[in-house]
């Protein structure tokens, strides 16, 4: 089955400091990605879409100034954090297709920020 | 716009049934359902397609009624494992919605010995 890494599974940083999570297809190509947030006691909920090549497209209320989105090769696509503070502090999943109707999903990045 | 699921949480003894509901007020491409246990991803447990299906998975089964925009989880003869967190994803009609899932508020579901 197709498989998704996440690296790191959890990061602690300080306030002010920037946090990259990369998203890694391991078995397939992914032109698209899909990165989600998820706070303690509730649901999923989609962040932004990572295009390879091209720039990410974003929900509406994520600032994508403050959450970079690169998606530089088939494989893999990074979400950096900027300036975090302990507002931002979440769970951090990513997902990709590798076609079909399924989507997969990263194992998550615990982020806290202190 | 998010859909609704219904219970919020639900109480088992093992051995017994449970229902879980999930209601879109969009058109929908597609259901999908996992659980997610505390601390953990999310575990895929199937997906259902326009069209309106029904699947089958051991004792955990699923249904999808595409005209009311509603999606049904089934779960028999719960054991200790089924423990977790439930929750459905849509998928919308379009080109703009492919593989964006939106997810409903979750179900607790806990079972006891």
């Known amino acids: 089955g197709a498989v998704v890494s996440q690296h790191p599974s959890r990061v602690i940083c300080k306030s002010g400091t920037s946090v990259k999570i990369e998203c890694r297809s391991l078995?397939?190509?992914?032109?698209?990605m899909f990165w989600y947030r998820q706070f303690p006691k509730q649901s999923l909920m989609l962040m932004a879409t990572?295009?390879?090549?091209?720039?990410?497209?974003?929900e509406q209320g994520v600032e994508k100034d403050k959450f970079l989105i690169n998606h530089a090769s088939l494989t893999l696509s990074t979400l950096t954090v900027t300036s975090a503070h302990p507002e931002d502090s979440s769970f951090y999943i990513c997902?990709?297709?590798?076609?079909?109707?399924?989507?997969?999903f990263g194992p998550g990045t615990r982020l806290t920020v202190t | 716009q998010q859909p609704v699921q219904s219970p919020q949480a639900v109480i088992l003894r093992e051995g017994e049934d449970a229902v879980i509901n999930c209601s879109s007020s969009?058109?929908?491409?597609?259901v999908h359902w996992y659980r997610q246990k505390h601390g953990e991803a999310p575990v895929f447990l199937m997906i259902?397609?326009?069209?309106?299906e029904q699947k089958g998975h051991e004792k955990i089964s699923a249904s999808f009624n595409e005209k009311k925009q509603q999606s049904s989880l089934y779960l028999t003869a719960s054991q200790l494992s089924y423990s977790g967190t439930y929750f459905c994803?849509?998928?919308?009609?379009?080109?703009?919605?492919?593989?964006?899932?939106?997810f409903g508020q979750g179900t607790i579901l806990t079972v006891h010995p």
């Open positions: 969009k058109a929908l491409y597609s």
């Open positions: 994803g849509t998928e919308g009609l379009g080109g703009t919605s492919y593989g964006k899932l939106t």
């Open positions: 990572s295009n390879e090549g091209s720039k990410a497209t974003y």
């Open positions: 997902s990709a297709n590798p076609g079909g109707e399924r989507q997969y």
């Open positions: 078995d397939f190509q992914a032109t698209t």
């Open positions: 259902l397609l326009k069209g309106g």
